[in-house]
């Protein structure tokens, strides 16, 4: 089991927006802005898309987007296009012994 | 560009060490920035396991923190994790990456991964 929980899978049709999200406590995701997301694509090493919440590194497609409210950080996919179909993990700095830890991952399917 | 390539046995007999190097390219290590490892298996997902900075300072997930040792070695531009009595749930992928400036996180630049079989 997973330290942050996300929905096992999302799908959406291409040109549609998805929204994924990631829910922990407030010891990580609602008490402080440090979520990134990452994508994977299968046998590969995941890839860094967002950090600090909301904050896209060089070259990251603007239609990959982040928020938070709470507890649950989302992860928002607009304008859908088939190379997004992918593996997607949340992460979040933790106030504990273990100060990082990882969601159980959303498979995105574009219909 | 910075590169990391993870290096070691692809298998490892149940209640032995499991050794694995990360050699970066391209970034000196001793420039800055975190370094760590993390695992992925199929049932559990994506799981951080330590993280170094070039000064030496180390921290661990606290639930492998009796079996794992990481270390670094700026001469060789490389750092390694020692994960000692593995057991069939400590096969995985093993991957290394690199994580923020300031902080253990994010992890921005990763290797591609090594496989690692436990099993005698």
């Known amino acids: 089991q997973s330290a942050l929980t996300q929905p096992a899978s999302v799908s959406g049709s291409p040109g549609q927006s998805i929204t994924i999200s990631c829910t922990g406590t407030?010891?990580?995701?609602?008490?402080?802005?440090?979520v990134s997301w990452y994508q994977q694509y299968p046998g590969k090493a995941p890839k860094l898309i967002i950090y600090d919440v909301t904050s896209r590194p060089s070259g990251v497609s603007n239609r990959f987007s982040g928020s938070k409210s709470g507890n649950t950080a989302s992860l928002t996919i607009s304008g859908l296009q088939a190379e997004d179909e992918a593996d997607y993990y949340c992460s979040s700095y933790r106030k504990s012994s273990t100060p990082v830890v990882f969601g159980g991952g959303t498979e995105l399917t574009v219909l | 560009q910075v590169q990391l390539q993870e290096s070691g046995p692809g298998l490892v007999k149940p209640s032995e060490t499991l050794s694995l190097t990360c050699t970066a390219s391209?970034?000196?290590?001793?420039?800055?920035?975190?370094w760590g490892w993390i695992r992925q298996t199929p049932g559990k997902g994506l799981e951080w396991i330590a993280t170094?900075?070039?000064?030496?300072?180390?921290y661990y997930n606290s639930s492998l923190k009796s079996r794992v040792t990481i270390s670094v070695d700026t001469s060789k531009n490389q750092f390694s994790l020692k994960l000692t009595s593995v057991t069939a749930a400590d096969t995985a992928v093993y991957y290394c990456?690199?994580?923020?400036?300031?902080?253990?996180?994010?992890?921005?630049?990763w290797g591609q991964g090594t496989l690692v079989t436990v099993s005698s």
């Open positions: 391209g970034y000196s290590i001793s420039s800055g920035h975190y």
């Open positions: 990456a690199r994580g923020g400036v300031a902080t253990i996180w994010p992890f921005d630049y």
């Open positions: 407030s010891s990580d995701v609602g008490g402080y802005n440090h």
């Open positions: 170094i900075y070039h000064s030496g300072s180390t």
